[in-house]
């Protein structure tokens, strides 16, 4: 057994409560980091799509030469801006499930402190440390 087992098992680190504040503070700045993020994605699909209905609006439809230069270049900014756009979207709703996986450790961790399931500083302390390599 280490020096530090001995203290641990003599007088542990942190307390209970202190492990599920410690808990909650981590979840909270995790989660504000991530909706930040989903907050600029968002804002990002909406100057796409803003852009991809203003490339329709000017392509008129009528007038349809492919062999024009102008009209190529009108079909493939829209078409890659399209492609950008699919991307994001499937970027961004795998990214969502994620983070959700990110996070679920915390919170497990928090809720059997809270349920008094978890009660071994050592094991917090393991489980905390495994939780925080995954990220």
Request: aromatic share 10%; hydrophobic share 45%; charged share 25%.
């Amino acid at each position: 057994m280490s020096e530090d087992d001995k203290v641990i098992e003599k007088k542990p680190p942190i307390s209970l409560e202190g492990w599920v504040t410690l808990l909650s503070g981590e979840i909270n700045t995790w989660r504000t980091i991530y909706n930040t993020l989903e907050v600029m994605f968002v804002s990002v699909l909406m100057v796409l799509l803003a852009v991809t209905v203003s490339i329709t609006l000017t392509f008129d439809s009528s007038d349809i030469t492919l062999n024009s230069p102008d009209n190529w270049i009108e079909v493939a900014l829209y078409l890659i801006v399209l492609v950008l756009y699919l991307f994001l979207v499937v970027w961004f709703l795998w990214r969502g499930k994620s983070s959700k996986k990110k996070l679920k450790p915390l919170e497990e961790i928090r809720d059997e402190i809270l349920s008094d399931t978890l009660t071994d500083h050592k094991k917090i302390h393991a489980r905390y440390n495994g939780a925080r390599e995954k990220k």
